[in-house]
């Protein structure tokens, strides 16, 4: 049987979806898909390497070849993993013995039995950036590999670095929405107090705190804060704000 139709066989076994509902986090699902790419190859190591803000780190591997390798990578910021996430190309090595690019890596990779890789992008356009990266010790060992399966599990892993980055953010605004909602409760307290005290409206009242706010160069939450703690002899105290069920 060839490698193809052993590639195809083993990636049915399990769908995709399946592997997301039962990972318990991002790591868990990139890991899967690592041992994934290295049951469905002759590779000798797989390595999922993520960067944001120009910061490389292998997420997961598989096989003992990848984690030396990458950190080789990124300790002189350069290598075919490198360029395969910050180019969103995918970046083929036939012979490290014969490679010209990336300075001291070609030599390091060969000394440790690995003559030739395959590095696939993954989440490319996106805040986090990577690279699949397949490891193996003869030269020209991707070249009759079927690559579909592969660029298949390496768009399933940027699907799942999406979601977790917009899962991220939706809970970064959420928390932002919990603190502007409870700055919002201490302002409505002394503007209260504003309009019991100079007996004028919610307009009139805010324009009298921002204006003492701009005066003291303090933010308006804080005058308000101070104000309601001056009045009543306790700082203010805002509500639990809850999701619902």
């Not at 014969?98 to 003559?115: H, L, N, S, T, V």
């Not at 917009?166 to 309009?195: C, H, N, P, W, Y």
Request: proline share 5%.
């Amino acid at each position: 049987m060839s490698e193809s139709a052993d590639a195809d066989k083993a990636y049915d076994r399990v769908s995709v979806i399946e592997w997301l509902l039962a990972a318990h986090s991002l790591d868990d699902f990139l890991q899967v898909l690592a041992d994934a790419a290295l049951d469905l190859t002759h590779a000798e190591g797989i390595g999922v390497t993520l960067e944001r803000d120009h910061r490389p780190l292998t997420v997961v591997s598989a096989g003992p070849a990848a984690p030396a390798l990458d950190e080789k990578q990124y300790g002189q910021d350069d290598g075919p993993c490198l360029q395969a996430s910050r180019t969103g190309r995918e970046i083929a090595v036939v012979d490290m013995l014969a490679e010209q690019r990336w300075g001291e890596y070609p030599a390091f990779a060969a000394d440790r039995g690995i003559r030739s890789s395959l590095s696939l992008p993954i989440a490319d356009r996106a805040a986090t950036v990577g690279a699949l990266n397949l490891y193996a010790g003869p030269p020209h060992a991707f070249e009759r590999t079927d690559l579909t399966v592969l660029r298949s599990l390496a768009g399933q892993a940027t699907g799942a670095i999406r979601l977790a980055q917009r899962l991220a953010d939706t809970q970064a605004f959420a928390e932002q929405m919990r603190a502007a909602m409870k700055s919002r409760a201490v302002i409505d307290q002394a503007l209260g107090m504003v309009m019991a005290q100079r007996r004028c409206a919610a307009d009139e009242a805010f324009k009298i705190l921002r204006t003492a706010s701009q005066h003291r160069n303090i933010k308006l939450r804080d005058l308000c804060a101070e104000m309601i703690t001056s009045v009543t002899g306790r700082p203010p105290v805002t509500p639990e704000l809850r999701s619902r069920p």
